[in-house]
């Protein structure tokens, strides 16, 4: 990972679930996440929370909407889940649909098995594409992977059950 290149802590599963929940507690939808070199950047659509509507209603007009997720950002909200997680709060008991904590931990297990260099993914309609630049022997090239909604559902309800299992990964012949 760009922002932990040369330490010990290459773990997109924990940034990917954080910045997840982020997202979850944006209503944010069809995203888009890209590697930078001092983070992220976040770009989705999300509700006008100025008309007056709640955030969940269906019938609420979207914005498109950017954020640059900083180092700094990231340490945060990875703080914030892990005090949500030893308060033994559920993930977004707040949120109707947490959906992209979820989604992103367990695509986040799955990248850190690649070991990429750097890593694109967007969503559309909770189905999923992966571009992780990966180190060949012949130099670096993109990888693509796509996730389809029933599999990232399968991963994610898969997860849970093998949380417990030593040496299980989550991400069985499925991805």
């Not at 989604?103 to 992966?130: C, M, N, T, W």
Request: proline share 6%; glycine share 6%.
């Amino acid at each position: 990972m760009q922002i932990y290149e040369g330490s010990a802590r290459q773990d997109y599963e924990e940034v990917l679930r954080s910045i997840g929940a982020f997202l979850d507690q944006c209503a944010m939808r069809e995203i888009a996440i890209t590697e930078t070199a001092d983070g992220f950047l976040v770009q989705g659509l999300a509700p006008q929370v100025e008309e007056g509507r709640p955030w969940n209603d269906p019938a609420v007009r979207l914005q498109k909407r950017s954020f640059q997720i900083v180092e700094d950002d990231v340490n945060r909200f990875m703080d914030e889940v892990v005090a949500r997680r030893n308060a033994g709060r559920p993930p977004q008991s707040a949120i109707p649909d947490p959906f992209y904590e979820h989604a992103l931990r367990v695509l986040g297990h799955y990248i850190d098995e690649q070991k990429p260099r750097d890593v694109l993914l967007f969503e559309q309609d909770r189905s999923f594409v992966v571009r992780l630049l990966m180190a060949t022997r012949t130099g670096p090239r993109h990888v693509l992977a796509e996730f389809t909604r029933e599999e990232v559902e399968g991963l994610v309800s898969g997860a849970s059950r093998l949380r417990n299992r030593p040496g299980a990964s989550i991400l069985s012949a499925s991805a």
